[in-house]
């Protein structure tokens, strides 16, 4: 077993938040990708899409997310799906931080799991 615990002297700034890029380390062999993301009373995290699916799941505060141009609240509790190619972002508008967690995949992650899992086994 291994517990990777939140730490906020390892999170970094960018992209309108802090965050820390927890990629799958050697063990887990995941086919994902994930980070902890702390948007700050009144920021934004930098709008954007991609390609991959993504899920946010909400764990302290409360804040709003944006996904083409329809905005909702998001708050601690909450998890949000989105799809490829949507256009998105979080904000908080309150007066404290609003951290959630962020996991991200796409089919070349899922082919070089598998790939992992049956050179492993």
Known sequence: MEIRRF???RLASGYGLNYEL???WPELNAPFEGAWCVVPP???A???AHHEYEIFIGLVGRGEIIVDGRRSDFA???IVRLAPGSHHQVTNPGDQEFTYYAIWWDTDMAARFT???RAEG
């Open 7 to 9: 730490d906020q002297d």
């Open 22 to 24: 927890l990629l799958p």
């Open 42 to 44: 009144g920021g934004a």
């Open 46 to 48: 930098t709008a954007h």
């Open 76 to 78: 601690a509790g909450d």
């Open 115 to 117: 790939d992992r899992h």
